[in-house]
Every structure is written in structure tokens, then in C-alpha cells.
């Protein structure tokens, strides 16, 4: 299995352009998470999704995040418009089907906006 | 979910056993001890987890006092690659679904020759 899937990479954008962030759960995960990671405030969670449904949004900063997972095998972060201050690493990462096994996690995605 | 408190550093020569001490003293009965940990520059890993038992797996023992109220996760044999942040979270339990895996600030553990 290639594990969680994140791209880009790295992703580098002017000041108020949208940016969209693409994770690929493990397949037969049904547990999805929006992570972010800075300095200051370490790494937060923003969403998590359950059998496609986004159970807890609480962590999203602002109207600007929005996060979608259409289906089993595809989740997307956007934020619209980007800000410097959003710039950070994004994580995701899938659980199985069981309650409580572990998170495993993508490599993430460097958000740097300028 | 409990809040955890962990030191903010600690340094481990080679070899020798990492004993990450974590505090939950909040801990409700339904919730499990986690542990993670992040290398540089990558995502978090998970190591262990455990609900009142000690738990020992390839990479690490997860020892949990019998009141719950602190944990100490125990790396035998500490290598230079050991060398990240160690994160103590306590997750509630959910029936047959995911629950939510909120990280505190962690350990930073380094390792040295």
C-alpha cells in the first residue's frame, strides 16, 4: 500500500489566490483528518471526516477554509482567498473502519504564500 | 477529550532506555493513552496505545499507572534515529467509528552518541 497520498508537495502562491490541497486515503479507511502544522501554534486539527461526513469542522480557522471528501478515496482542503499567515505544512491522514486504531499519515503539503 | 502535560525536552544517550514521562490526570474512563511521534520533517507515526494494561509492541512499552492518571512510553533501546517529537494524546472512544486525535505540544527527544 502506498499510504495517504498528499500533493502537491510543496505549493508556493500569491496572496490571495485559491489554493487547493488534494489528500488519498489508504483504501478501506473511512476516517479522514485536515491537519495543520506551524511553530507557533503546532500541529492543529481542522476536520475530520467519517464515512465521507465531516464530523467536526471546529478547527477551521475561517470562512476562507472549506474541505470536501466527494468520496471514499479523495478528500480536497481549499483555501479561498490565501493569506501569508496561512502558509504552514498540511497533513492528512486516514484511519480504518475500528474505533480508535491509529491515524496514519501523509508526508504533507508545504503551503507558502507570498 | 483530557488534557496531557509532557516535559518539553528531553536527551537520551544511544543505546540506553527513552523513558517519555505524560501526565492525564483527567483521563476519563472511556479514553485510551496514544502515542506518536514526528521526525523531522515528516508526518506523525503512531508508536503504542493502551486503556489501563501495559502495552509493548516492536517499537516501544506503554506503561499506565493503575489509577490512568499518568502513562510513561519506554523506547529500550534509544537510537540516533529516535531523535523527534513525542506526542501523549488522550482520545475518547467512539463506537465504530474514528474518534478525534487532538497533538498537545509533545517531547523532543534527542538522542546523542
Known amino acids: 500500500d502506498a499510504g495517504v497520498i498528499q500533493s502537491p508537495r510543496h505549493e508556493v502562491t500569491e496572496m490571495g489566490q485559491e489554493v487547493t490541497l488534494r489528500c488519498k486515503p489508504i483504501?478501506?479507511?473511512?476516517?479522514l483528518f485536515w491537519y495543520r502544522q506551524t511553530m507557533m501554534r503546532g500541529l492543529e486539527l481542522l476536520i475530520y471526516?467519517?464515512?465521507?461526513?465531516?464530523?467536526?469542522d471546529s478547527g477551521m480557522p475561517e470562512d476562507r477554509f472549506s474541505a470536501k471528501m466527494p468520496n471514499a478515496s479523495f478528500s480536497t482542503l481549499k483555501i479561498q482567498p490565501s493569506e501569508p499567515r496561512d502558509s504552514a505544512v498540511y497533513f492528512c491522514?486516514?484511519?480504518?473502519?475500528?474505533?480508535?486504531?491509529?491515524?496514519?499519515f501523509g508526508q504533507g503539503t508545504r503551503l507558502t504564500v507570498v | 477529550d483530557a488534557k496531557t502535560t509532557q516535559p518539553t525536552s528531553m536527551d537520551c544517550a544511544e543505546g540506553r532506555a527513552a523513558n517519555l514521562p505524560c501526565n492525564h490526570s483527567?483521563?476519563?474512563?472511556?479514553?485510551?493513552v496514544y502515542w506518536y511521534r514526528q521526525i523531522h520533517s515528516q508526518g506523525p507515526q503512531y508508536i503504542i496505545h493502551?486503556?489501563?494494561n501495559n502495552e509493548t509492541n516492536e517499537m516501544a512499552s506503554l506503561i499506565i499507572t493503575e489509577d490512568r492518571k499518568s502513562s510513561t512510553l519506554i523506547l529500550p533501546h534509544a537510537t540516533l534515529r529516535d531523535t523527534a517529537v513525542y506526542y501523549c494524546?488522550?482520545?475518547?472512544?467512539?463506537?465504530?467509528?474514528?474518534?478525534?486525535?487532538?497533538f498537545g505540544t509533545g517531547t523532543r527527544l534527542q538522542v546523542t552518541l
Open positions: 491522514a486516514s484511519s480504518p473502519r475500528h474505533q480508535n486504531t491509529e491515524a496514519f
Open positions: 483504501s478501506g479507511h473511512n476516517s
Open positions: 471526516f467519517n464515512n465521507n461526513v465531516p464530523i467536526d
Open positions: 483527567t483521563i476519563s474512563g472511556n479514553e485510551y
Open positions: 493502551g486503556l489501563k
Open positions: 494524546i488522550v482520545r475518547s472512544l467512539n463506537t465504530g467509528t474514528a474518534s478525534k486525535l487532538t
